[in-house]
Nanobody, 117 residues
Framework: QVQLVESGGGLVQPGGSLRLSCSAS????????MGWYRQAPGKQRELVAR???????YYADSVRGRFTISRDNAKSTMSLQMNSLQPEDTAMYFC???????????WGQGTQVTVSS
C-alpha cells in the first residue's frame, strides 16, 4: 500500500521561505515521476512542480523561479524549496505521482502552507 507523508508546512510572512518534504513508502519510488500539488480553499487541486525519475523538472508558471523541486531516489523522498512566498501560495500542499503520466496514489494528509503578515 502506497503511503505518502508530507511535512514542513507552516505560517510564513510574505517573502519568506519554506522547505516541504515528502516521504514515500510502498512504491518503487525511482520508477515514477513525482509531483507537488496544492489546493487552496474553494479551488481545484493544481500541479505546482514535477520531477522525472531522472531529475528533469517542470514548474507551473506561478512558481517558476521561486520554487525548486528535488528528489532522493535512494531515500524515497522529495522536497520542494519555496522562496519568495506570496499570499497566493497559501494552500494545502500534497505530493504524489505525476498525474500527467501516472494514476495517482491515495492522497496523503498534506501539509498546510500559510503566507500572511
Amino acid at each position: 500500500q502506497v503511503q505518502l507523508v508530507e511535512s514542513g508546512g507552516g505560517l510564513v510572512q510574505p517573502g519568506g521561505s519554506l522547505r516541504l518534504s515528502c516521504s514515500a513508502s510502498g512504491i518503487i519510488f525511482s520508477a515514477y515521476a513525482m509531483g507537488w500539488y496544492r489546493q487552496a480553499p474553494g479551488k481545484q487541486r493544481e500541479l505546482v512542480a514535477r520531477i522525472s525519475s531522472g531529475g528533469s523538472t517542470y514548474y507551473a508558471d506561478s512558481v517558476r523561479g521561486r520554487f525548486t523541486i528535488s528528489r532522493d531516489n535512494a531515500k524515497s523522498t522529495m522536497s520542494l524549496q519555496m522562496n519568495s512566498l506570496q499570499p497566493e501560495d497559501t494552500a494545502m500542499y500534497f505530493c504524489n505521482k505525476d498525474w500527467t503520466t501516472f494514476v495517482v496514489a491515495s492522497w496523503g494528509q498534506g501539509t498546510q502552507v500559510t503566507v500572511s503578515s
